[in-house]
């Protein structure tokens, strides 16, 4: 009895919804893997914490994505096309800082926790990575 309340309790949490991250309306899910030397000049400045870089290489996320370094060994990576409606012309974020800056509408994201700065309701939308030596993956 404890094995199956276990179970049940266990996809329930794995099929309940965690909020906007996953059912975000406006960005489509897109598969990609991108793999960044940062011995490469355009990306050496990934070494550093806080240095954000954009990519938009074609078939990497839907508008592009932004790439910082956050601690020693962790990277956090998001789409570059704003989470708060359907990509179009002016949805593509650029670097302010540590932030991006949706030019739609101002809504503001932190690189650090993807969070909206300024009250948007869906946060941004996060890409898993992966360090091995001097090369970051980037992939979903």
Do not use: W
Not at 59 to 83: H, Q, R, T
């Amino acid at each position: 009895m404890k094995k199956i309340l276990t179970l049940v309790t266990l996809l329930l949490f794995a099929c309940s919804p965690d909020g906007n991250t996953s059912n975000n309306p406006y960005l489509q899910n897109i598969n990609f893997s991108k793999d960044i030397n940062t011995n490469l000049p355009s990306y050496n400045s990934l070494k550093f914490v806080s240095n954000p870089v954009i990519i938009t290489d074609p078939g990497v996320g839907i508008k592009g994505i932004v790439v910082m370094k956050v601690g020693e060994g962790a990277y956090n990576a998001f789409e570059l096309s704003c989470p708060n409606h359907y990509p179009s012309s002016c949805s593509q974020m650029t670097i302010n800082g540590i932030n991006v800056v949706c030019s739609c509408e101002d809504y503001e994201y932190s690189l650090y926790t993807g969070g909206s700065i300024n009250g948007a309701q869906y946060p941004l939308r996060f890409y898993r990575t992966e360090i091995m030596g001097d090369i970051i993956r980037v992939y979903n």
